[in-house]
Structure formats: structure tokens, C-alpha cells
């Protein structure tokens, strides 16, 4: 039986046929590692198949291909054929059909379908779009519909993609997966232990595995001691550069007490290492760089990255094996270390959630102290930080323009009021989104109170007008309500609903525009409000 979507499932699905409905025939889809982005583009491609459409389904690696056909079954009740090395779906009468890049990428396997064949293209694993076989069937394929679905897209990504895609179709953060309980929280430790990286060389965008692999060597020994002292009690995953690195640290652990395992490429008995440490056989698995996608162990809880990396992508893919619910799992620790380097901008853990780059750099420093931060709450409290002093900011600067009595919002404002980094961190991406803002847009934004002269693009616009729907659809606050409680030294008041906001002002204007006795605006907290917090912390 298909799969009953999640909220935020049916809210992708539904987003996607609205972009290509839109004109937008190239868009794409980003939801973390272990949100079930397959049956997302599961239930895509059944849209399609009931329209009559032929649907195209990529992925970069063959081991990928048997778990897509097997997961788009069970998620939405499809059969599909294969296209990869001996098999072909040439002739078959499938509707369906999930490809290897690898394949299809070669000419005479390409031209075997008609360019028209296919009226829609899924590819998993979207941020390889680029690459010149992919870009090679998208050439020959051109007149289909395309989906991209990833779930390691940041602004930099973002950029090189908007050269491809016309648009983003939905986006669930890791961050809003965590906090709706879909997604265990995430903790993040930094090991006082200075490894010097700062002659590794760049090759093909990242650091050069083979010298990561002799830079890392000697402080193997003291890794491992302090693996000892942090993860005795935890279901481990090691991330290293090399095969060979990768089995003498399996060694150090055994030596420290450990029951590990170490699995690669050339394993000849991968599958069943996998299954052992699975069944809880092994304690601690160690793998070059082999389990980045396309494998689940739910049980995971910590992650050690030795491979450090300049590709948050890849970073993102190494800590997704392990964000999975499980029974008994309360939270995924991730290892993090002092690497030194002035020339490279490495990864760390605040990127998984830090909306910006400017948090992330805080959350960062915040970490250097070895102390466990809860990745989650340390991106809220930086970005609430970074929000009080912009927000003293503009209000000196609201002040210096004597235009406080304004009626109408910009969106610098309305980014402030809703602590939404979305809003007031925003830029631009995809090329549709520089264009002039439309007069359906403003005319919908001046109806919510905001100074529609003071929207610049397009792009701006659409973000606006989807986070004040959404709290329109979760019968939150309006923008007027909070800007009337702000001004009373009611503080969050973005978080209230509108019912909340609407007895408040009511009580206010029934005192004679005073807050009434025995409330202290700056501690008040709407009873409903209360509730919501205990209900969500029963359910974590």
C-alpha cells in the first residue's frame, strides 16, 4: 500500500506541479537526508503516469538503481524497468523507467529512445547536474520536464544549480526536520585536538585524499584515545580519506576496546560487514568515503569526519547517515576537530544548520571550547543574536529617519519581526528571481502591510509572500498584530497565533490602549503558546 505523505511530503509534491504548471519546466527539490525525498519524486512521477507522461529516473550510482525501483513500488505503487550495463528498457511497456547515468550518458544507449520519449526527467542526487554526461541527457531529452531533488543544496550550491534550473520548488531544512521531530536533534562536540591541514593541496574542488591521508597519519593514535573517551557507549560511523588509513585506525580501535569493522570499495564481503554491524556485531564501522549515499542504518548515533572537506555537500551526505529516529535514540553526536588551516574553508557542523554564513562562523568559534552544543538551538540562539544587534541597528536608523509612525513594513523590517533568516539574509538565485517584483506581488504585499516600493525583485517577493501565507495557513500572528504588541514591550510575539494576538489587543484597547494590571509584557507567554512547548518536548 503507498505510503500516507507526511505534511510537508504532500506540500513538495504539490509545489513541484504547481512550478511546471508555472513554466518553470527545470526546478528543483531539497530535503535532508532521511525525509524520504524517494517517495517524494515516488508520488511526482505517479502524477505524471496518471497524465500519461513517461518518466525518466537518473542516478549516478548503480546500487542506487535496485533501492529506487524497489522504494518507488513501495512508496506509490509503481513497477518500473531498468536501464543500466545488460539491462535495457528498450520495448518494454513500463512507464517507469530508472536509469544509470552511467549508462544512458553513452551515445549509442541514448539514442535508442526517441528525444521525445520521456515528458519528465527525475534526477536523484541533483547537485551532479553539471557534470557533462548528465548535461549530455538533459540535452537530448530537452523538451521533457525536469525535476532535481537533493538534500545538500546551500547558497553556493544554489548559485551554480541556478545556472540549470529555473526555479526551487520546496525546501524543508534539516533544521525544521529536527524541530518537528521528523529528524533526531543534533549535537555537535569539537575535540581540542589541533590537526594541521595547511599543506594539503585542492584537487577537483576538494582536498586531495592521498595527502589528507599522509597529513592525518600521525594523529591517528590520539584520535583513537579520544574516540575512547567519547564514543564507548555509541553506535559509530568514521569517515577517512584512504583504504589504507582507514584499516590501521580500525586497528587502533581494536587495540582501545572497540569491536570495529572497516568496509570499502573492494570489499568482497561488503554486504554482509554492513548487515553485521546493522545486527550489532560491530561496534564502530570505518570506511573511506564508501557509505556517503545510498545506505541507512538507522541505530547510528555519532559520526567522526577524518575526512575533512571543503564540499558541504559531502559533509552533509557523511552526518545524514546517522540522522535517522530510531527506538531508543535520543540525539546524533558528530565528532568535530581543530583542523588547521588558513587557506582552506572547511567544513564543520554548524553547517547543517546555520542559516548563513555569518552564523555559522559564530556557532563555530562558539564550539572551539569543547563543549556539546545542540546544533539546532545554537543556529536559534546565534541567529536571535545576530537579529538584536541588526535590529539595534535599524532602529537607530528609524530613528535618525523620524519615520517610526510608518503604517506600512520593508522586508528588512519584516525579517526582524519574524527572526527569519530566509527574509533578512535573502539574495537571489535563480535567474527569474532578479526580475521586477509583479503587480500581483506588491498588490498582495501592500495587503499584508509591507511598503511595496521597498521590494526589489521578484525572488524577494515570492519569499514574502510564501512565509506570510504559511503563517497565515498556521493561523499565526499577522505582521500589524506584531508590530502593535512590539510596541507595547511584548516580546516574540511572531510565535503567537492570531487568536492569541487578536485577545491581547482586545484586553489592551479595553484598558484604555494600557497593558492591563499583573501582565509584564517582556515575560508574558500566551497559554496556548505554553502548551505547544510541552506537547513538543512529550513527543521528543
Not at 588558513?342 to 563543549?371: F, W, Y
Not at 541588526?390 to 523620524?402: D, S, T
Request: aromatic share 8%; with cysteine; net charge neutral.
Amino acid at each position: 500500500m503507498p505510503y500516507e505523505l507526511r505534511p510537508y511530503q504532500k506540500a513538495a509534491v504539490k509545489a513541484v506541479m504547481h512550478e511546471w504548471r508555472d513554466g518553470n519546466r527545470k526546478t528543483l527539490l531539497v530535503l535532508p537526508t532521511g525525509t524520504g525525498k524517494t517517495v517524494v519524486f515516488a508520488n511526482v512521477a505517479k502524477l505524471c503516469v496518471e497524465h500519461g507522461r513517461r518518466v525518466l529516473i537518473l542516478a549516478h550510482r548503480l546500487e542506487l538503481l535496485q533501492q529506487a525501483a524497489a522504494k518507488i513500488r513501495e512508496a506509490a505503487g509503481l513497477e518500473s524497468s531498468i536501464e543500466k550495463a545488460e539491462l535495457t528498457a528498450v520495448g518494454s511497456d513500463s512507464m517507469v523507467v530508472i536509469a544509470s547515468m552511467q549508462t544512458l550518458a553513452q551515445e549509442n544507449r541514448l539514442r535508442r529512445y526517441p528525444p521525445d520519449y520521456f515528458q519528465a526527467v527525475i534526477l536523484d542526487e541533483a547537485h551532479h547536474v553539471l557534470s557533462e554526461s548528465y548535461q549530455r541527457i538533459f540535452a537530448y531529452f530537452s523538451g521533457a520536464f525536469v525535476l532535481g531533488v537533493t538534500a545538500t543544496a546551500e547558497r553556493g550550491d544554489k548559485k551554480q544549480l541556478g545556472s540549470f534550473f529555473d526555479s526551487m520548488a520546496y525546501e524543508y531544512s534539516l533544521k525544521q526536520a529536527v524541530e518537528d521531530g521528523y529528524l533526531v536533534p543534533l549535537e555537535a562536540q569539537t575535540i581540542p585536538l589541533k590537526l594541521d591541514i595547511s599543506s594539503v593541496k585542492v584537487q577537483n574542488g576538494d582536498l586531495q585524499a592521498g595527502e589528507l591521508g599522509d597529513v592525518l597519519e600521525p594523529y591517528l593514535e590520539k584520535i583513537a584515545d579520544e574516540m575512547a573517551k567519547v564514543c564507548a557507549e555509541r553506535k559509530t560511523v568514521v569517515f577517512l580519506p584512504l583504504i589504507r588509513i582507514s584499516r590501521k585506525f580500525t586497528s587502533l580501535l581494536h587495540s582501545r576496546g572497540f569491536s570495529a569493522a572497516e568496509v570499502n570499495g573492494t570489499s568482497a564481503d561488503r554486504a554482509q560487514i554492513l548487515e553485521d554491524f546493522n545486527q550489532g556485531k560491530y561496534q564502530v564501522l570505518c570506511n573511506s568515503m564508501l557509505l556517503t549515499e545510498g545506505w541507512d542504518c538507522p541505530p547510528v548515533d555519532c559520526i567522526v569526519v577524518l575526512r575533512p572537506t571543503q564540499v558541504r555537500g559531502l559533509y552533509m551526505q557523511m552526518i545524514g547517515r546517522g540522522t535517522r529516529p530510531f527506538p531508543g535514540k535520543e540525539k546524533l553526536l558528530i565528532l568535530d576537530f581543530l583542523w588547521m588551516s588558513a587557506r582552506h574553508d572547511i567544513c564543520h557542523p554548524a553547517v547543517l544548520t546555520a542559516g548563513s554564513k555569518e552564523v555559522e562562523e559564530k556557532m563555530t568559534e562558539q564550539m572551539k571550547n569543547g563543549e556539546v552544543m545542540d546544533l539546532a538551538e545554537g543556529a536559534s540562539q546565534t541567529e536571535r543574536n545576530i537579529l538584536e544587534e541588526r535590529r539595534k541597528a535599524l532602529a537607530r536608523q528609524l530613528k535618525e529617519m523620524k519615520d517610526r509612525q510608518r503604517k506600512v513594513l520593508n522586508p528588512l523590517e519584516v525579517g526582524m519581526m519574524l527572526e527569519d533568516a530566509d527574509i533578512w539574509d535573502y539574495e537571489p538565485v535563480f535567474r527569474y528571481e532578479v526580475q521586477p517584483p509583479t503587480e500581483k506581488q506588491l498588490a498582495l504585499l501592500q495587503k499584508y502591510g509591507m511598503d511595496p516600493s521597498t521590494v526589489e525583485s521578484k525572488g524577494q517577493a515570492q519569499v514574502l509572500i510564501r512565509k506570510l501565507i504559511e503563517r497565515q495557513d498556521q493561523k499565526l500572528c499577522t505582521l500589524k498584530q506584531i508590530r502593535f504588541l512590539e510596541s507595547r514591550g511584548f516580546v516574540n510575539v511572531y510565535r503567537w497565533s492570531f487568536t492569541d494576538a487578536s485577545e491581547m489587543m482586545s484586553r489592551i484597547s479595553a484598558n484604555g490602549w494600557n497593558v492591563p494590571a499583573g501582565i509584564v509584557p517582556e515575560e508574558y507567554i500566551p497559554e496556548q503558546l505554553k502548551g505547544k512547548r510541552k506537547k513538543k518536548r512529550r513527543i521528543r
